[in-house]
């Protein structure tokens, strides 16, 4: 681990907000440099995260005048399609020329539609013009028979875009906007396939405890919050255990629950950085006194050379290097920023994020992580990028970091955002007060 | 290579290109486009729109995903050129191959890349591909999938994919991408059938080996405890193995932390050996793998409630 600068407590950790309000009122008010065409089609998703960072950070209001707010809600609404969801991106827009023959090559999204929504929401708006009913009856159409969600709907109905947890978590996301949790028809459009959207998260479960894309692939932080979130919104994370509760009948996920949360807790490592993950096996310096969790640990011998004495001398102890914990997305993987979200997000959803030891990790993230000129990167180092600052900027909100907003971690917004979606006439109908 | 521009082609004199439509003076996460990549995507929608397939269409979706591989439908639209102009299958994937290398951490090209190795109907020359490709990167996500997919199409849990996954693991025995994969064959491909006993002691004699040689590694101790597991074996059968790493009788000469929560879970099991399971759970909290003390923690905490319910 690279020497602190000059540090030993946490107390000059701050979060920077300033920095943080100028490079996101950057991202909102300047075009993005081109290296960001390769996210050309996510665009929805940088919209919500660029606005959605304004929000958490308080200065959303001061940010927009009420006309450019206005034209972000219209830029949304510009990208519903005639048959109603949302396109990701204007790039996929025909204009006049659309027509039945070509449009299935701007398609409905599932991202484009989620955050879509999010942002309308984030904005004020009631979501009166948004095609409802369509969205809820495509999302039938874009759920597998197995249970899993793709990301659209091609020729013929076939579901396109891979086995990806994502379109589950972002589909079931949807659904909640629409008619929170209610089950079977609403209005006569039939639900998505609740049961069989469990069952396929179970398949997703891997021999270590994690959750993974599909059956037997690697568990995956990313992909186990993904799930996670999910089961929360379609209300089917496992009911609290306490001796008077029975079970109801409905499947539930996380099977393991134990083993999960062992899994979500082995995801904090000392691996903050490349040099890190050195393998010491063999070293004398290797014991469990400097215990490294990517190290070998194997005992030092009875009688250590004055070389190997003095390197371990020179070796941070554990009580120092807890200074910083990072998080990681796989086993035996180094910390990543984004990882401390896609971690902490389940932890917190089924009650145990007091597992972790969040003060350590929020110094990883704002001594290391942070940048200078606002936002975080990935690694310490890394320039800022928009997924890795409004992640780390969520998972800051979720550890209750003073002066950010309150938020839901499963939708990943501001709880005013939900208390807003809440308070919908339309929606109170359906889901009740 | 200098950027490519459609207006100044002849043979693209014929099309009308199609701008983007932004619908208002406020969009959001607009990027500043190269005018080369704004051109190419307006030739693009004149393309779809139209319904085009033919080689140009071919020519413009791999100009397209050379600047934006994320893109959404450009695959679907290629896969539906191809299959119109009848491409040949073999020349899409050496196309392929250096467009991977080039976009390490894109998957709608091992989606596509699956589609078309699927109607090819044979996984040949795949594995040196994955070679190359986990030379750049021994745990890439999608690389991994996609072998996972292409055992399963072409049903190779065999012999020589256990002893090449055995390769991965020798190479770097902390890869954890490789030890999954070794499940995946050993247990995934069986359609229910169950893994034989031999089998089961033989892994756990794989295991076994990779941990003592590099006792602190998580993957193997995963890999131990989830085949035990499977096999509905108690985790005592591992007591003895945990033992040559952390005996309780030794705090001070523990080799790692990994047998110490074994053993937590065997104690814990064990009739009158709470005070054990603690006093493991206590030395991983302090000593061993304090960065995660307030799980283990929390795990004493459970014993305590056990004990509150007997």
């Given at each position: 681990m690279a020497p602190a600068g000059g540090s030993v407590a946490g107390d000059q950790s701050t979060l920077n907000y300033a920095r943080h309000i100028n490079y996101w009122r950057r991202n909102l008010k300047t075009f993005l440099p081109h290296h960001y065409t390769g996210n050309d089609s996510n665009r929805m998703t940088f919209a919500l995260f660029i606005l959605s960072a304004l929000d958490l950070l308080g200065d959303l209001q001061a940010a927009l005048s009420a006309e450019e707010r206005q034209g972000y809600i219209e830029w949304v609404y510009h990208c519903q399609l005639p048959e109603g969801c949302f396109r990701a991106t204007p790039g996929t827009d025909f204009g006049s020329s659309r027509n039945a023959e070509n449009k299935i090559w701007d398609p409905a999204h599932v991202p484009g539609t989620y955050f879509a929504l999010l942002i309308l929401a984030l904005l004020g708006d009631d979501l009166k013009r948004v095609k409802r009913r369509e969205i809820l009856l495509w999302l039938t159409k874009v759920q597998r028979p197995d249970g899993s969600f793709g990301e659209t709907v091609g020729e013929n109905g076939q579901v396109e875009g891979g086995n990806d947890p994502r379109f589950g978590y972002m589909g079931t996301g949807i659904r909640w906007i629409l008619r929170g949790h209610a089950e079977g028809p609403v209005d006569g459009v039939p639900d998505i396939d609740?049961?069989?959207?469990?069952?396929?998260?179970?398949?997703?479960?891997?021999?270590?405890?994690?959750?993974?894309?599909?059956?037997?692939?690697?568990?995956?932080?990313?992909?186990?919050?993904?799930?996670?979130?999910?089961?929360?919104?379609?209300?089917?994370?496992?009911?609290p255990s306490t001796p008077s509760q029975t079970s109801d009948s409905r499947p539930r996920g996380v099977s393991n629950l134990p083993l999960t949360l062992h899994w979500l807790a082995s995801r904090q490592t000392l691996t903050l950085e490349h040099e890190d993950a050195m393998d010491t096996l063999g070293y004398e310096t290797d014991t469990s006194a400097a215990c490294h969790d990517s190290h070998s640990f194997v005992k030092l011998k009875s009688y250590p050379s004055t070389a190997g004495v003095q390197s371990f001398q020179d070796l941070p102890k554990s009580q120092s290097e807890l200074q910083w914990v990072g998080l990681n997305g796989r086993c035996n993987k180094i910390a990543d920023t984004c990882y401390a979200f896609w971690v902490s997000t389940p932890l917190k959803l089924l009650g145990h994020l007091d597992l972790v030891d969040i003060k350590p990790i929020r110094r990883w993230l704002l001594d290391r992580t942070q940048h200078m000129v606002g936002g975080f990167g990935k690694l310490p180092g890394d320039p800022p990028d928009i997924y890795h600052s409004y992640l780390g900027l969520m998972v800051l909100a979720i550890f209750g970091e003073a002066g950010l907003k309150d938020v839901d971690p499963a939708l990943c917004m501001s709880n005013r955002v939900k208390e807003h979606l809440e308070s919908l006439p339309w929606r109170r109908e359906i889901v009740g007060n | 290579m200098p950027p490519k521009y459609y207006s100044d082609d002849t043979a693209w004199a014929d099309v009308t290109p199609l701008p983007q439509d932004e619908g208002g003076p406020h969009p959001l996460a607009a990027i500043n486009y190269t005018e080369e990549y704004s051109e190419a995507m307006s030739y693009l929608r004149a393309l779809m729109a139209a319904n085009e397939f033919s080689a140009r269409a071919l020519s413009l979706t791999e100009h397209i995903i050379s600047m934006n591989p994320a893109h959404y439908t450009v695959w679907l639209y290629r896969a539906k050129v191809l299959e119109q102009t009848g491409g040949d299958l073999r020349e899409e994937i050496e196309w392929l191959n250096p467009t991977a290398l080039q976009h390490l951490k894109n998957y709608q090209i091992w989606h596509h890349r699956q589609t078309i190795i699927d109607k090819l109907g044979s996984p040949e020359g795949e594995a040196d591909f994955i070679s190359t490709m986990l030379e750049q990167d021994t745990k890439n996500y999608h690389v991994w999938s996609y072998r996972q997919w292409l055992v399963k199409r072409f049903g190779i849990f065999d012999e020589k994919e256990l002893k090449w996954t055995e390769g991965m693991i020798e190479e770097d025995v902390r890869n954890n991408s490789a030890w999954n994969h070794r499940y995946y064959i050993v247990v995934g491909g069986r359609d229910g059938e169950a893994v034989s006993k031999d089998i089961i002691t033989r892994e756990i004699d794989y295991a076994e080996a990779a941990i003592r040689k590099a006792p602190q590694n998580q993957s193997p101790w995963n890999y131990l405890r989830g085949i035990v597991r499977y096999a509905k074996l108690p985790d005592s059968t591992?007591?003895?193995?945990?033992?040559?790493?952390?005996?309780?009788?030794?705090?001070?000469?523990v080799y790692s932390s990994h047998a110490l929560d074994l053993l937590a879970d065997i104690y814990a099991e064990e009739d009158g050996k709470k005070e054990e399971a603690k006093k493991a759970l206590d030395l991983l909290a302090t000593k061993y793998d304090p960065i995660k003390a307030n799980y283990w923690n929390y795990r004493k905490g459970l014993l305590d409630q056990a004990e509150v319910a007997a």
């Open positions: 609740v049961d069989s959207f469990v069952e396929c998260v179970r398949r997703s479960e891997t021999y270590d405890g994690g959750i993974t894309e599909a059956a037997f692939h690697e568990a995956h932080a990313g992909f186990a919050a993904c799930a996670i979130n999910a089961l929360y919104f379609v209300n089917r994370l496992p009911l | 591992l007591k003895d193995f945990a033992l040559e790493f952390a005996d309780l009788e030794k705090p001070d000469d």
